[in-house]
T-cell receptor, first 115, second 112 residues
Framework: SAVISQKPSRDICQRGTSLTIQCQVDSQVTMMFWYRQQPGQSLTLIATANQGSEATYESGFVIDKFPISRPNLTFSTLTVSNMSPEDSSIYLC????????????FGEGSRLTVL | SQQGEEDPQALSIQEGENATMNCSYKTSINNLQWYRQNSGRGLVHLILIRSNEREKHSGRLRVTLDTSKKSSSLLITASRAADTASYFCATGLTSNTGKLIFGQGTTLQVKP
């Protein structure tokens, strides 16, 4: 298993600003992912955070809007850039621990409200 | 992009009754998983079933998988008020990139 800490847990942001979300895991993991959950919706994968290299983005998501870093095996950040009200969502970090069978572990999420 | 469609979208039952949720998907999969999300919280993994398995049990949970129909079901027996949550199916693709694609989810309300 893995324990994931996400910061901030929630924030209210002004239009046009950027916010960086941090994800810290208590153990080394093979994979880290960032998901977005818009109000009342399911989870949509933003990108796979790759250690030491550029993230792999899903269709509809671009690096300029959602820059991601992963400097080591236990830490990643997601920045939501130039925010608009449509970016109001819960952003979730998830990880796949070493040697596990495929399930993901999730942080509690970061709830962003953009005014 | 969403892979799975779930039905029903919402389900309301009395405590003690069984709850069944269904999930359909479009592409070939390596595994299918079910997660629970309590309101305002992160997701918790419930159960994983591999593409070569047809049925799996874990406590009060029973999952079936029919790869020919590209569908799965989650049965919660003897439901409790604490089971009230949203339930999502998620598919792990055969490319085995590790990422999961989530369905739309079923919101379950269990009335005491």
């Amino acid at each position: 298993s893995a324990v994931i800490s996400q910061k901030p847990s929630r924030d209210i942001c002004q239009r046009g600003t950027s916010l960086t979300i941090q994800c810290q895991v208590d153990s080394q993991v093979t994979m880290m992912f960032w998901y977005r959950q818009q109000p009342g919706q399911s989870l949509t994968l933003i990108a796979t955070a790759n250690q030491g290299s550029e993230a792999t983005y899903e269709s509809g998501f671009v690096i300029d809007k959602f820059p991601i870093s992963r400097p080591n095996l236990t830490f990643s950040t997601l920045t939501v850039s130039n925010m608009s009200p449509e970016d109001s969502s819960i952003y979730l970090c998830s990880v796949r621990p070493l040697g596990n069978t495929g399930e993901l572990f999730f942080g509690e999420g970061s709830r962003l409200t953009v005014l | 992009s969403q892979q799975g469609e779930e039905d029903p979208q919402a389900l309301s039952i009395q405590e003690g009754e069984n709850a069944t949720m269904n999930c359909s998907y479009k592409t070939s999969i390596n595994n299918l998983q079910w997660y629970r999300q309590n309101s305002g919280r992160g997701l918790v993994h419930l159960i994983l079933i591999r593409s070569n398995e047809r049925e799996k049990h874990s406590g009060r949970l029973r999952v079936t998988l029919d790869t020919s129909k590209k569908s799965s079901s989650l049965l919660i027996t003897a439901s409790r008020a604490a089971d009230t949550a949203s339930y999502f199916c998620a598919t792990g693709l055969t490319s085995n990139t590790g990422k999961l694609i989530f369905g739309q989810g079923t919101t379950l309300q269990v009335k005491p």
